[in-house]
């Protein structure tokens, strides 16, 4: 029986003893990464991120002993130290360990990007700090397992409660792998949303091979959805409106402009000018369907709805019915165009960042990215190509996206610190806060100038935030967050978002019957997933995708539908009751 035992011993241990500098490099890097991610504010469970990685690492020893026969074992070194070196990077660099939104920015980077953001990284001192401390755990490791020489008498113990913490460890991780095996295989993206599906993402290679598997998963979804786009049927439309606007903002709190709130600072004087003469209709009840810009350019763009049981990719986006209802959509963006270098808003812009579906989208669409968002109105098409035809002009700005200092030019930088009241943040909240109201500041200045070029012609437009922002409203935070118990606050500042209407005086001449409906549906309750029902509308499109009851202009407007936001959380009974309610 002992002998058993021995041999069971030896054989649990044998890739340990084998691969023991491996082993213990593994261990060190696993430690060091979970230590900088606590540094750098990003959490997670201190038990579970330490014993966990154990039987990742023994299997990483198993491998390189398999290896080590036909003397490839130096393929696992340099496989294991690239891994652990970018995890490390990456915490430094982007403060996030690897995780979907990481992995996408890697894959979506084309040849020019990728040469950009190496000399970017070899000149940031994040990537030297991985290098030199990634060094330093390979040769502590060395002289670890060197010199540290165990008493022969305990060296059976060590043994059997290191083969109980490998076992341990093993029993918590197989169900992970089984999990991202089924990722791996997973067609598209409703895979991930399901949690019974989601792997415990205490280790660097699970996090690795679960960014890598989503980013897989949406590469395969893209296609599907591409095929649905090109196969958009031709719709027929009575051009009610030959002009429509549509704006999307980015990061705008609706808490932060006296067009909500009469006692916050003047941040929307010449939108609050166009309220007061009539020409803008601030919409009171509006949420969004996410606080993540690509999720809510999918639920926006998208004719699917939680109603549906089929993929969202069998469903096209409403600008292909647009064109092929005989209007011209023109796409202008601050962040999502084809060639920009900018890789932080290559993330959400998946949807349009194809240039197979790009092109079922746009007629025309810009292809480089400005400073800041004023700089792009130059790039508006001449107004004979926009008035002469139908025309959808979609445009999406930077907004008040972090970092809101560099969101503005210098001459909006009007408030200071000392203008701001404010219970949270201290004397950095305060500036922040300032910064964030000189931004909202210039998109006012930007929103208006966008107007200004179609006022006087037979115009509608809309203007909506993709998403809110905390700014130091009920706590010392701002941006967003990723909660899994969503609060009432949180649903408040970072769900709520700002919605309006504009209107020409001669689409109050030329509609006057859609005008009085804009005019009195302001404080009906949307989602914002919804939008594209009433821009259907406005152009007198027919097509089964149309829906009455989510067109919030229309008599059959639905308004006890659940709103749904976050992770499948009815916004309206979280409202009501103060309390979280699972769809």
């Known amino acids: 029986m002992d002998k058993r035992g021995m041999n069971l011993k030896d054989i649990l241990s044998y890739s340990v003893r084998t691969e023991k500098v491996l082993f213990t490099f593994s261990i060190l890097m696993e430690l060091i990464i979970l230590a900088a991610a606590h540094i750098m504010g990003m959490g997670g469970d201190l038990f579970l991120g330490t014993l966990m990685p154990i039987f990742d690492c023994y299997v990483i020893c198993f491998v390189a002993s398999m290896l080590k026969k036909i003397r490839l074992d130096w393929i696992v070194w340099i496989i294991s130290t690239v891994i652990f070196t970018g995890e490390l990077f990456t915490i430094i660099f982007y403060q996030s360990e690897y995780n979907i939104r990481v992995l996408q920015l890697v894959l979506e980077t084309n040849p020019g990007e990728a040469g950009e953001f190496i000399l970017s990284a070899l000149l940031h001192p994040a990537l030297w700090i991985s290098i030199v401390t990634t060094a330093a755990a390979i040769y502590l490791s060395i002289l670890l397992t060197g010199k540290i020489h165990l008493n022969q008498r305990l060296r059976p113990t060590f043994s059997w409660i290191g ?25 598209g993206y409703e895979a991930f949303t399901e949690k019974r599906y989601m792997p415990h993402l205490s280790t660097t290679c699970v996090r690795l091979i679960h960014g890598i598997a989503f980013n897989k998963a949406q590469s395969s979804e893209l ?37 909500y709130i009469p006692q916050a600072l003047p941040t929307n004087p010449k939108l609050e000018r166009l309220k007061d003469d009539g020409y803008l209709i601030p919409y009171t009840d509006v949420v969004t369907t996410s606080n ?7 639920n926006m763009f998208s004719m699917w709805d939680e109603n549906y049981t089929d993929s969202w990719t069998k469903h096209t986006l409403f600008p292909a019915i647009f064109r092929k209802s005989g209007y011209n959509v023109w796409y202008l963006t601050n962040q999502f165009a084809l060639n920009s270098s900018d890789i932080w808003n290559g993330i959400g812009g998946t949807i349009f960042n194809k240039p197979e579906l790009s092109e079922c989208l746009f ?35 930077m907004g008040q996206h972090v970092k809101y200092k560099s969101r503005y030019p210098e001459e909006f930088d009007r408030f ?48 909506l935030s993709d998403h809110g922002e905390e700014v130091y409203d009920w706590r010392d935070f701002h941006e967003r967050t990723d909660e899994k118990q969503m609060s009432l606050n949180v649903a408040k500042y970072q769900f709520e978002i700002p919605f309006m209407f504009f209107m020409s005086d001669d689409f109050i001449k030329n509609h006057g019957d859609l005008a009085e409906r804009i005019r009195i549906s302001h404080d009906r309750p949307l989602i914002n997933s919804k939008l594209k029902h009433t821009l259907l509308r406005l152009a007198g499109i027919s097509t089964p995708e149309y829906k009455p009851t989510d067109d919030i202009l229309s008599d059959e407007f639905d308004i006890n539908a659940p709103r749904y936001i976050g992770n499948h959380i009815s916004y309206d009974s979280l409202l009501g009751n103060g309390e979280t309610s699972n769809k």
Not at 163 to 186: D, E, H, V
């Open 163 to 187: 083969i109980a913490l490998i076992l341990w460890s093993g029993t918590r991780q197989i169900p992970a792998y089984i999990k991202l095996g089924r990722c791996l295989s997973a067609k």
């Open 223 to 259: 296609d599907v959805l591409t095929a649905t786009v090109q196969n958009t049927p031709e719709s027929s439309s009575s051009k009610e409106c030959p002009l429509i606007v549509l704006i999307i903002g980015e990061s705008f709190s609706k808490y932060h402009t006296p067009l």
């Open 292 to 298: 993540l810009t690509s999720n809510v350019m999918r």
């Open 416 to 463: 200071k610190s000392d203008d701001i009241r404010n219970e949270y943040g201290g004397t950095k909240g305060k500036q922040i806060i300032a910064e964030y109201a000189n931004a909202t500041l210039y998109n006012d200045f930007v929103v208006d100038s966008i107007w200004s070029i179609v006022k006087g012609h037979d115009a509608v437009g809309i203007y």
């Open 363 to 397: 007629d025309w669409r810009n292809d480089a990215l400005k400073q800041y968002d004023g700089d792009i109105l130059d790039l508006i098409p001449d107004t004979m190509l926009i008035f002469n035809r139908p025309t959808l002009l979609i445009v999406h700005l």
